[in-house]
């Protein structure tokens, strides 16, 4: 099944009075696997949407050899009917029917088991699709497009989503694809990733292709000097300096201990289930896991949002009450600053203006607009927030500066607070292109500077390799490993997974 | 940027060119010709000093029942309980102010009765508001029930309690009385219309300027933008929800300044009814400006009275079915004018010559992600 060949020349692609392509030139050939790396917002999505006709393109041709029906897109939000079994999704759209139209599931199976067998995917076909791990969801979503005949593959950020283990498998799952003659394009983040197992690379900025060559096997025996390469690429310039944790002293006092914090969901599962852990003063402590393992709940615990929380949370010395009130809430606030994982839904107001963002929940503690102007200003010019306008709608900044408008907001208010003690961070840099990521990363390296004891929950190990002096491995709503951050993504990933040896 | 002014205008002309339009082939199918009931309409509001005093006397309660749907619409509710608030503030209202005596001057009279008549408003939007905040019932529901409840204990109260079987109030205290606008403008002679207009529009311009400067007011903004993020920063949601509520009831009461206080001198069943969901269409129009507001309400004024003049000539439900069409044309044509200038703002920044070689430093690359 030898995949066709794409040429995508020139093209320019624009919402409303947005570009999103400026130009982009890429010709995409069966047999490797293409990368697209680049910054957010620099067109990589927008390149493969183009490619399969779902953005408007203003200028440029995309040939298609065999035509467009060849070409299947994995979405990086799947397009997964929930309650349907894997098998109705695997088909659905192309469901294969007998006479008035009646379903043949029998004949579905069929194909849908010759095709795993084929591919070596495999997929649980009778169970229901919300009960399917992620990375099983994703299985599906390749296999629905190669049952739709399609021998060219786009996807968006497969990885985003997964576990190291999950996203190797993956990767060795899309080589033999491609090594049987497919096309395959991924987008992504990680460089490592693109280092690994692409054999071509295409990078993206602002708009247009700057770079578009394959990958020589002899550069893979230097992934220093090629990873350097392909960043100066994508940040047209100098890379940013690379982040560590600041020193940390030998008689540091314990600053933050958790201990046994239990939390049951409405469905009576146990999402934290006797987690402790401890945090010392200047210490940064990262948190990898599995999305969906606790991650998101610890965050909340500790922000006080989480009144059904059994368990207790000591700082520095005291236990915290339980919070009962906004009062009670608003007085852990000024020990502990917190920035949830879904900045649009717990952290910004999308339709209120930047300089309202940067002051929420603050205007008890402000003193006149004259005060408010300074301060929103200062944390503008702080954090680099672009563009520099506090009048300006949030909702129209890219992801990267959204998101340093809300950890700005929560490590400059805790800083200048004079019973400060915790900064905890849930994904501070997710879906955040390296230019910010850097900005942010500084900030949390020196609010620990300041003797702030830091929590980072993150899904990119890289990031908390950079960071953290200790990373702690959530599994089921435990800690079940703590490790230096040298360790491999191996053994990080294994401890995920909640295997024994780790 | 008068350009700009230009373009978003457009649209909203644009609808009123084509309610005329409509206007004028309502009445030819009525055996009218067209012209002529259309001058009828202009002369009875915006026509003669009478007309347009007619037309601020419609539009006073507007002025109140909009500004009231717009703050609780800030903190992300429906306020639809704006008629049963009313009512039931004017006949307290008017009560206490029949019972006020009569040597009582305006300067004391008048804001004790607006108190009275603000509280109960607030009162009955508390049924709603309490149960929103704390048990997350919907307000909707709430308030269209209580507007039932509120229909149901007035003609019992006139009949019942009070005794009365004419379903209206005692006259009011002197003092308690809006005089009407004729004293200062003698051409208005003759229209209803009352001290209570400009009262109406310095409390719009007063409310909405606080709710956009001060801490109560931004925050109940906020609330209504995004609960999740206000309540993880430490303000407290249910408290600026049924702040917002409570404000908005009494808001809507005080349109009993522009019916029973400015111009019957008492209170009867029905006075100032409508004017609640009336109010819902000011609110949207207005778009959650102050002067939004004001004219918004002066263009519901103007239909109503319009339909009122041409009564003798065209149907009243053809004035109806008119004005509803008006009002869903200028709804639509001032989506499309705020469109227009979103774009036009947006792309301000943008249009950016195109540059084959940029070597832009690190720095300003990443202030640009």
Same mark, same amino acid.
């Given at each position: 099944?030898?995949?066709?060949?794409?040429?995508?020349?020139?093209?320019?692609?624009?919402y409303g009075d947005c570009?999103?392509?400026?130009?982009?030139?890429?010709?995409?050939?069966?047999? &490797?696997?293409?990368?697209?790396?680049?910054?957010?917002?620099?067109?990589?999505?927008?390149?493969?949407?183009?490619?399969?006709? /779902?953005?408007?393109?203003?200028?440029?041709?995309?040939?298609?050899?065999?035509?467009?029906?060849?070409?299947?897109?994995?979405?990086?939000?799947?397009?997964?009917?929930?309650?349907?079994?894997?098998?109705?999704?695997?088909?659905?759209?192309?469901?294969?029917?007998?006479?008035?139209? =009646?379903?043949?599931?029998?004949?579905?199976?069929?194909?849908?088991?010759?095709?795993?067998?084929?591919?070596?995917? =495999?997929?649980?076909?009778?169970?229901?699709?919300?009960?399917?791990?992620?990375?099983?969801?994703?299985?599906?979503?390749?296999?629905?497009?190669?049952?739709?005949?399609?021998?060219?593959?786009?996807?968006?950020?497969?990885?985003?989503?997964?576990?190291?283990?999950?996203?190797?498998?993956?990767?060795?799952?899309?080589?033999?694809? #491609?090594?049987?003659?497919?096309?395959?394009?991924?987008?992504?983040?990680?460089?490592?990733?693109?280092?690994?197992?692409?054999?071509?690379?295409?990078?993206?900025?602002?708009?247009?292709?700057?770079?578009?060559?394959?990958?020589?096997?002899?550069?893979?025996?230097?992934?220093?000097?090629?990873?350097?390469?392909?960043?100066?690429?994508?940040?047209?310039?100098?890379?940013?300096?690379?982040?560590?944790?600041?020193?940390?002293?030998?008689?540091?006092?314990?600053?933050?201990?958790?201990?046994?914090?239990?939390?049951?969901?409405?469905?009576?599962? %146990?999402?934290?289930?006797?987690?402790?852990?401890?945090?010392?003063?200047?210490?940064?402590?990262?948190?990898?896991? $599995?999305?969906?393992?606790?991650?998101?709940?610890?965050? %909340?615990?500790?922000?006080? @949002?989480?009144?059904?929380?059994?368990?207790?949370?000591?700082?520095?010395?005291?236990?915290?009450?339980?919070?009962?009130?906004?009062?009670?809430?608003?007085?852990?606030?000024?020990?502990?600053?917190?920035?949830?994982?879904?900045?649009?839904?717990?952290?910004?107001?999308?339709d209120?203006?930047?300089?309202?963002?940067?002051?929420?929940?603050? *205007?008890?503690? $402000?003193?006149?607009?004259?005060?408010?102007?300074?301060?929103?200003?200062? =944390?503008?010019?702080?954090?680099?927030?672009?563009?520099?306008?506090?009048?300006?709608r949030?909702g129209e900044?890219?992801?990267?500066?959204?998101?340093?408008?809300?950890?700005?907001?929560? *490590?400059?208010?805790?800083?200048?607070?004079?019973?400060?003690?915790?900064?905890?961070?849930?994904?501070?840099?997710?879906?955040?292109?390296?230019?910010?990521?850097?900005?942010?990363?500084?900030?949390?390296?020196?609010?620990?500077?300041?003797?702030?004891?830091?929590?980072?929950?993150?899904?990119?190990?890289?990031?908390?390799?950079?960071?953290?002096?200790?990373?702690?491995?959530?599994?089921?709503?435990?800690? &079940?490993?703590?490790?230096?951050?040298?360790?491999?993504?191996?053994?990080?990933?294994?401890?995920?997974?909640?295997?024994?040896? #780790? | 940027?008068?350009?700009k002014r230009v373009r978003a205008l457009l649209p909203i002309v644009l609808a009123?060119?084509?309610?005329?339009? *409509? /206007?004028?082939?309502?009445?030819?199918?009525?055996?009218?010709?067209?012209?002529?009931?259309?001058?009828?309409?202009?002369?009875?509001?915006?026509?003669?000093?009478?007309? /347009?005093?007619?037309?601020?006397?419609?539009?006073?309660?507007?002025?109140?029942?909009?500004?009231? /749907?717009?703050?609780?619409?800030?903190?992300?509710?429906?306020?639809?309980?704006?008629?049963?608030?009313?009512?039931?503030?004017?006949?307290?209202?008017?009560?206490?102010?029949?019972?006020?005596?009569?040597?009582?001057?305006?300067?004391?009279?008048?804001?004790?009765?607006?108190?009275?008549?603000?509280?109960?408003?607030?009162?009955?939007?508390?049924?709603?508001?309490?149960?929103?905040?704390? =048990?997350?019932?919907?307000?909707?529901?709430?308030?269209?029930? &209580?507007?039932?409840?509120?229909?149901?204990?007035?003609?019992?109260?006139?009949?019942?309690?009070?005794?009365?079987?004419?379903?209206?109030?005692?006259?009011?205290?002197?003092?308690?009385? *809006?005089?009407?606008?004729?004293?200062?403008?003698?051409?208005?002679?003759?229209?209803?219309?009352?001290?209570?207009?400009?009262?109406?529009?310095?409390?719009?311009?007063?409310?909405?300027?606080?709710?956009?400067?001060?801490?109560?007011?931004?925050?109940?903004?906020?609330?209504?933008?995004?609960?999740?993020?206000?309540?993880?920063?430490?303000?407290?949601?249910?408290?600026?929800?049924?702040?917002?509520?409570?404000?908005?009831?009494? @808001?809507?009461?005080?349109?009993?300044?522009?019916?029973?206080?400015?111009?019957?001198?008492?209170?009867?069943?029905?006075?100032?009814?409508?004017?609640?969901?009336?109010? $819902?269409?000011?609110?949207m129009l207005?778009r959650g400006k102050?002067?939004g507001?004001?004219?918004?309400?002066?263009?519901?004024?103007?239909?109503?009275?319009?339909?009122?003049?041409?009564?003798?000539?065209?149907?009243?439900?053809?004035?109806?079915?008119?004005?509803?069409?008006?009002?869903?044309l200028v709804a639509v044509a001032s989506r499309v004018a705020s469109k227009r200038t979103g774009v036009v703002q947006a792309a301000d920044?943008?249009?950016?010559?195109?540059?084959?070689?940029?070597?832009?430093?690190?720095?300003?690359?990443?202030?640009?992600?």
């Open positions: 099944m030898r995949g066709p060949v794409m040429k995508i020349e020139d093209i320019a692609v624009r570009w999103s392509i400026r130009s982009a030139t890429i010709t995409l050939e069966p047999g &490797v696997i293409h990368a697209i790396l680049g910054e957010n917002g620099a067109g990589k999505s927008t390149l493969l949407k183009a490619a399969v006709g /779902f953005a408007p393109r203003v200028a440029g041709t995309v040939r298609i050899e065999g035509g467009a029906g060849a070409i299947g897109m994995v979405h990086q939000h799947f397009m997964l009917v929930s309650a349907f079994t894997a098998l109705e999704n695997l088909v659905l759209g192309n469901e294969p029917t007998g006479s008035f139209g =009646r379903l043949d599931l029998a004949k579905a199976r069929r194909e849908a088991e010759a095709l795993m067998e084929k591919t070596g995917l =495999r997929v649980n076909l009778d169970a229901r699709t919300s009960e399917l791990a992620v990375g099983e969801r994703q299985r599906l979503e390749i296999l629905r497009v190669l049952y739709r005949g399609a021998r060219a593959i786009l996807l968006d950020e497969p990885t985003a989503v997964l576990s190291p283990l999950e996203a190797e498998e993956l990767y060795t799952t899309l080589g033999v694809l #491609a090594e049987g003659g497919a096309t395959i394009a991924v987008v992504t983040h990680r460089m490592d990733e693109v280092i690994r197992f692409a054999g071509h690379v295409t990078i993206m900025r602002r708009g247009r292709t700057v770079l578009s060559r394959p990958i020589a096997a002899e550069e893979r025996s230097d992934p220093k000097r090629l990873e350097d390469v392909l960043t100066r690429a994508i940040m047209g310039g100098e890379p940013p300096p690379e982040t560590s944790p600041p020193a940390l002293a030998q008689d540091a006092k314990v600053a933050l201990s958790i201990e046994d914090l239990v939390l049951v969901d409405a469905g009576g599962k %146990r999402v934290l289930d006797g987690l402790s852990l401890t945090v010392k003063k200047g210490e940064i402590v990262g948190i990898a896991g $599995i999305e969906g393992n606790g991650q998101r709940e610890l965050v %909340r615990a500790a922000a006080g @949002l989480e009144p059904g929380v059994a368990g207790s949370i000591v700082l520095d010395g005291a236990r915290l009450p339980a919070v009962r009130s906004t009062e009670d809430l608003r007085k852990r606030r000024r020990a502990i600053a917190v920035v949830h994982e879904d900045r649009h839904a717990d952290g910004l107001m999308l209120a203006s930047v300089g309202d963002n940067l002051v929420l929940g603050e *205007l008890g503690e $402000i003193d006149g607009p004259g005060a408010e102007a300074a301060l929103i200003t200062r =944390r503008i010019e702080r954090f680099g927030v672009y563009p520099p306008e506090p009048a300006r949030a900044l890219s992801g990267g500066n959204q998101q340093k408008v809300v950890v700005g907001r929560a *490590l400059d208010r805790i800083e200048a607070s004079p019973e400060r003690a915790l900064v905890v961070l849930g994904q501070p840099t997710r879906g955040v292109d390296v230019g910010a990521a850097s900005t942010i990363h500084g900030a949390i390296v020196k609010a620990a500077e300041k003797g702030l004891a830091v929590l980072v929950v993150s899904a990119d190990l890289g990031e908390l390799r950079r960071l953290s002096h200790r990373i702690l491995v959530i599994h089921r709503g435990r800690i &079940v490993a703590e490790l230096p951050p040298t360790t491999s993504d191996d053994v990080i990933g294994r401890a995920m997974l909640g295997m024994e040896d #780790a | 940027m008068n350009d009123i060119a084509g309610g005329i339009l *409509l /206007f004028n082939l309502i009445a030819f199918a009525f055996g009218e010709a067209p012209a002529s009931a259309l001058r009828v309409a202009f002369e009875g509001t915006w026509g003669t000093p009478y007309g /347009f005093g007619q037309v601020l006397f419609k539009a006073t309660p507007l002025l109140f029942t909009g500004l009231a /749907f717009e703050v609780a619409l800030r903190a992300g509710l429906f306020n639809i309980g704006a008629e049963g608030q009313l009512a039931l503030a004017s006949l307290v209202g008017a009560l206490v102010a029949a019972n006020l005596p009569a040597s009582l001057p305006m300067p004391i009279a008048l804001p004790i009765v607006l108190a009275v008549a603000a509280a109960v408003g607030a009162l009955v939007a508390f049924v709603p508001a309490i149960l929103r905040a704390r =048990r997350g019932v919907h307000e909707i529901i709430t308030a269209i029930m &209580v507007n039932r409840i509120v229909d149901a204990i007035l003609p019992w109260t006139f009949s019942t309690v009070l005794g009365s079987t004419s379903l209206r109030t005692a006259d009011i205290a002197p003092g308690a009385a *809006l005089p009407r606008l004729d004293r200062v403008v003698p051409s208005f002679a003759g229209s209803a219309a009352s001290f209570a207009f400009p009262l109406a529009v310095v409390i719009v311009f007063a409310a909405m300027s606080l709710l956009d400067r001060t801490r109560p007011g931004r925050e109940i903004r906020w609330v209504g933008l995004r609960p999740e993020a206000c309540r993880a920063e430490g303000i407290d949601v249910e408290r600026r929800m049924l702040l917002a509520m409570l404000l908005s009831g009494a @808001l809507a009461a005080l349109a009993v300044s522009s019916t029973a206080l400015g111009y019957k001198g008492y209170y009867e069943l029905g006075l100032g009814a409508g004017a609640g969901w009336s109010g $819902i269409a000011v609110a207005g102050a002067i507001i004001v004219l918004a309400a002066i263009f519901l004024g103007t239909l109503e009275q319009a339909g009122l003049a041409v009564n003798a000539r065209v149907p009243k439900e053809a004035m109806d079915v008119l004005e509803a069409t008006l009002i869903v920044p943008e249009p950016e010559p195109p540059r084959d070689n940029p070597a832009p430093t690190p720095a300003s690359e990443e202030a640009r992600s």
